[in-house]
């Protein structure tokens, strides 16, 4: 019976079936054990949160498929799984609704000061200073996005639906594909809110960073749901904290699981103190409804290259490999 490994938490509709196809062994919870424990075993790994490393990968000579619980990868080394015969997969677009509803939660929370707004009524003080409480309407705004593919595509139509221009930049295409889009810097320069959808690669770390948010207007709006390596957080804290930015909305960190007191790393200023930050914990793609969509597009990635096939969304191209 093949043993698989589930990282992190999943649907429990999903682990349900995944029962079904053999023995499924937690990372987390109360009976979790570590990977090191079952490398020798495992056959299947359903990665959601931690890293596989070519190390983990090496060490595991039964592993047929790592299936990513979402759509990014920057936490397992495909390359290393190719190499070593590993399929590894994920899921794209199966969160793609709960993202994008997430950064209008974020920029509305951020355009309405919301969460301003509810810690003082939580602290028994009912709109003392009404005007400090004044936000902005999203209506005849331009919202600029930073990456075009699957999700910034649909962030767009919402967009235009509050009344909002929209203006897009991504080295894939060009104003041939969507008259939208414009080179980074014409976006950095008319966007009143700027919103980050592109993966954490080599030519993507610290995209926005001190240079880009001086070339922004003053008073706009940053949000990050994408990676947290995108943007230079200190740069963002000094930007917040000196009015360049009017606001940032982020759902992503460099380094998560951090000290939450200061999540940015900021030792001039506890950032998060800061009245226009909204962080939130990596829970953009996380709704009810796309844990099922992305857990069971994992699932089938499993499932089929246990019985042999190839998965239905490969990372990468792995050589053959004989199993026992």
């Known amino acids: 019976m093949p043993l698989i ?4 938490p999943i649907h429990e509709d999903v682990l349900h079936e ?3 196809l053999g023995e499924v062994r937690l990372g987390y919870g109360s009976n979790a054990v570590s990977y090191q424990e079952i490398q020798n075993q495992v056959d299947a790994v359903f990665l959601r949160g931690g ?6 990968i090496a060490a595991s000579p039964k592993l047929r498929i790592i299936a990513r619980h979402g759509a990014g990868y920057d936490n397992v080394d495909y390359k290393a799984a190719a190499e070593l015969g590993v399929w590894v997969t994920n899921t794209p677009g199966e969160n793609r609704r709960s993202v994008v509803e997430h950064v209008f939660a974020l920029l509305l929370g951020i355009s309405r000061k919301i969460q301003l707004a509810s810690d003082q009524t939580r602290n028994s003080v009912w709109a003392a200073d009404r005007l400090s ?3 902005i309407e999203l209506e005849g705004r331009t919202l600029g996005l930073i990456g075009f593919g699957d999700i910034g595509q649909h962030v767009a139509p919402v967009a235009e639906a509050f009344g909002m221009k929209v203006l897009a930049t991504d080295p894939a295409y060009d104003s041939s594909f969507d008259k939208r889009l414009v080179s980074l810097d014409t976006l950095l320069a008319n966007a009143d809110v700027v919103s980050l959808h592109v993966p954490l690669l080599p030519g993507t770390q ?4 001190s240079t880009e948010i001086e ?20 740069a963002v804290a000094d930007a917040l904290i000196s009015g360049k930015l009017g ?3 982020v759902d992503v960190l460099n380094a998560e699981n951090t000290d939450m007191i200061t999540p940015f790393k900021c030792n001039t200023f506890p950032v998060a103190d800061l009245p226009n930050l909204i962080v939130t914990p990596h829970v953009a793609g996380q709704t009810n409804e796309s844990l099922i969509r992305v857990g069971m597009s994992a699932f089938d990635a499993i499932a089929a290259v ?4 190839a998965p239905k969304h490969p990372v990468n191209s792995p050589t053959p490999k004989s199993f026992a």
Not at 220 to 229: C, E, P
């Open 51 to 56: 890293h596989l490393t070519a190390e983990m």
């Open 206 to 209: 610290n995209l926005i960073g």
């Open 247 to 249: 606001g940032a909305g």
């Open 133 to 135: 409480l004044t936000g």
């Open 5 to 8: 490994y589930v990282t992190s």
């Open 306 to 309: 246990l019985k042999g096939d």
């Open 215 to 234: 070339k922004m207007k003053n008073g706009a709006i940053l949000i990050n749901t994408s990676r947290g390596g995108v943007i230079d957080e200190s």
């Open 18 to 20: 995944l029962s079904a």
